[in-house]
C-alpha cells in the first residue's frame, strides 16, 4: 500500500485505506478497456509514479516499471 501523506486520511487506518485503494484498482480495471492499448499504459505509468512516489522530476526506470506492470 502506497505511503500515505494526508493528514486527513492518516486517521482511517490501514485496512479502511488498502480497501480504498483495492476498490481503486478494480473500478480502473473496468474502466481500462475505454482506452487504446497507448493511453491504457501511459495512465498505468504515472500510476506507478504515483503509488512508488516518485517526482515528475525523476525518470522511470524501465525495468522497475516493466516488472511492476507484469
Given at each position: 500500500?502506497?505511503?500515505?501523506?494526508?493528514?486527513?486520511?492518516?486517521?482511517?487506518?490501514?485496512e479502511f485505506l488498502a480497501a480504498i485503494?483495492?476498490?481503486?484498482a478494480v473500478a480502473d480495471a473496468f474502466?481500462?478497456?475505454?482506452f487504446t492499448l497507448c493511453v491504457y499504459?501511459?495512465?498505468?505509468?504515472?500510476?506507478?509514479?504515483?503509488?512508488?512516489?516518485?517526482?515528475?522530476?525523476?525518470?522511470?526506470?524501465?525495468?522497475?516499471?516493466?516488472?511492476?506492470?507484469?
Amino acid at each position: 500500500m502506497r505511503k500515505v501523506d494526508s493528514p486527513a486520511l492518516a486517521g482511517l487506518g490501514p485496512e479502511f485505506l488498502a480497501a480504498i485503494e483495492h476498490n481503486c484498482a478494480v473500478a480502473d480495471a473496468f474502466s481500462a478497456t475505454d482506452f487504446t492499448l497507448c493511453v491504457y499504459l501511459m495512465k498505468m505509468r504515472e500510476y506507478f509514479r504515483w503509488q512508488q512516489a516518485i517526482p515528475y522530476s525523476d525518470n522511470l526506470e524501465s525495468e522497475a516499471l516493466g516488472k511492476w506492470i507484469r
